[in-house]
């Protein structure tokens, strides 16, 4: 069964921490994303990798570290620097370098800092 | 500045009617246009891509199109069902870079029974 996996699907954290969101894709993609999405807006995006071993920031990196050890994922963290990381991660996924792909995206992991 | 906009107020539409969603774009130059839906949290599922050299694009109950001139991306639901109610969102790829998808704020569609 083929997908994009998310974990886990609600995390809650203390002010201060960081934690790690767990991406993982069984598509054989070569392309992974990670998007945050806050109420009433639209996707933004924070980090993405072509390519194993290499990654490029989006529109709101900061706060936000990445790492692209294996094709199959893609974990991002949130650093305590991240000054309102409360919100929905959802992590994607397509098929081909620069091609006219769709993305295939995750269930999402909702992250509330208490 | 660099907008995409769709209309940030609900659609409601009563069943079997035609939902038109709008998507306007501002200095970009893109390359292709893709329309998604999203159910509550949940993720995005891709429905249409359009390209900037194609006018339109259909696909059973749904159509797009795309007028580069105007700017703008129309997203028609033909024959709408209370379960085509969701979030309707629009992305465009830049000719600048492929590599990445820029999304819409998302148009939410209701429809009644």
């Known amino acids: 069964d083929g997908g994009i996996t998310q974990s886990p699907k609600y995390l809650f954290r203390k002010e201060g921490q960081n934690v790690t969101l767990s991406c993982e894709q069984n598509?054989?993609?070569?392309?992974m994303y990670w998007y945050r999405q806050d109420p009433g807006q639209g996707l933004r995006l924070i980090y993405y990798?072509?390519?194993?071993?290499?990654?490029q920031k989006g529109d709101i990196a900061e706060g936000y570290s990445v790492s692209r050890e294996k094709k199959e994922s893609f974990p991002l963290t949130v650093t305590s620097a991240q000054k309102n990381p409360t919100a929905f991660y959802l992590c994607?996924?397509?098929?081909?370098?620069?091609?006219?792909?769709?993305?295939?995206f995750g269930p999402g992991t909702r992250l509330t800092v208490l | 500045s660099q907008k995409i906009e769709q209309n940030s107020e609900a659609l409601n539409i009563q069943e079997g009617k035609t939902a038109t969603l709008t998507c306007n774009y501002t200095?970009?130059?893109?390359?292709?246009l893709q329309w998604y839906r999203q159910d509550p949290g949940r993720g995005p599922v891709f429905l249409l891509l359009i390209r900037e050299n194609e006018k339109e694009k259909r696909k059973e109950r749904l159509k797009v199109t795309f007028d580069t001139t105007l700017k703008q991306s129309l997203f028609h639901i033909t024959a709408s069902q209370p379960a085509d109610s969701a979030t309707y969102l629009c992305a465009l790829v830049s000719s600048y870079n492929t590599d990445k998808l820029i999304f819409g704020t998302g148009t939410r569609l209701q429809v009644f029974p």
């Open positions: 598509l054989n993609h070569d392309a």
């Open positions: 990798s072509q390519i194993v071993n290499d990654f």
């Open positions: 200095n970009y130059s893109p390359a292709y």
């Open positions: 994607a996924s397509r098929g081909s370098s620069g091609g006219y792909n769709e993305q295939f």
